[in-house]
């Protein structure tokens, strides 16, 4: 059986669909069967990210009610033929949204998958709840911003009262540069507030906002920042210990000559 896993945050605007999509597709990229499943109820997200949007016949909805298979819902990605989406809901009525039978579609995906990730919605919304019921494993996405880590220690406090272990955090967005001037939480600051594993961090960058926008991952340009750390992150979740990559400061002549 494959690994379950929710990708959610405290607040919104942290990034977090970005972190699954291009956790997902480094995941792919090692050779792994990647299922994602955006679990924004009523808007849609990761197949805009994707580029799929054109592509969208059916949603996770249309699964639930038994308008298609399981199968006929999955869209392959462009650039990874490991990896799948199955879009959200395009409309739904929240309180008729089954986590029973969510629960199943995913329990029947892990038996596909090494892989699936659950792109939860910010906050504490049906979406969220739906996707707890249906794992044990949960990453917190959050920036070093005092708003973001307040939002992520209340969620991670709501998920100790549930009753799940298995909790990790990752920081996006991350600037050394920021911390050095004060307008951002140092990051040991951060580990000791919110007191779960540290899974690693994603420097800022845009390359990541970008490539969001026109539908690619920022992972498929290799030997950058970026890719870097999605490597680290993606052997971590995988059990194995790597040091996180360093940001190296360019060079007036690199700047100058580029």
Not at 37 to 45: F, R, T
Not at 89 to 106: A, M, P, T
Not at 129 to 151: E, F, H, K, P, W
Not at 172 to 182: D, F, G, H, L, T
């Amino acid at each position: 059986m494959g690994e379950v896993i929710v990708i959610t945050s405290g607040k919104g605007g942290v990034g977090k669909s970005s972190i699954v999509l291009n956790l997902g597709e480094m995941l792919g990229n090692m050779d792994k069967k990647v299922c994602l499943i955006d679990m924004d109820l009523g808007l849609k997200n990761l197949d805009y990210m994707m580029g799929l949007e054109n592509r969208v016949l059916y949603d996770l909805k249309d699964v639930m009610e038994g308008h298609c298979s399981l199968r006929k819902a999955m869209l392959q990605d462009k650039y990874c033929r490991n990896v799948y989406l199955i879009p959200a809901c395009k409309s739904v009525q929240i309180h008729d949204f089954s986590k029973e039978q969510l629960k199943l579609i995913v329990e029947e995906l892990a038996g596909q998958f090494d892989y699936v990730f659950l792109d939860a919605p910010a906050g504490i919304e049906k979406g969220f709840a739906c996707s707890m019921y249906c794992v044990d494993q949960v990453i917190v996405v959050t920036t070093l911003d005092v708003t973001a880590l307040q939002d992520a220690d209340r969620i991670i406090g709501i998920l100790m009262q549930e009753g799940k272990e298995e909790i990790s955090f990752l920081v996006n967005r991350y600037s050394p540069k920021a911390i050095e001037k004060k307008i951002a939480i140092p990051l040991e600051d951060a580990k000791r507030w919110l007191a779960v594993e540290f899974l690693g961090y994603v420097f800022e960058d845009e390359e990541m906002r970008r490539a969001g926008n026109i539908g690619k991952p920022a992972v498929i340009k290799r030997n950058q920042p970026v890719y870097e750390c999605f490597m680290a992150i993606a052997k971590r979740l995988q059990g194995e210990y790597v040091n996180l990559p360093k940001l190296h400061k360019e060079s007036f002549l690199s700047k100058l000559f580029g």
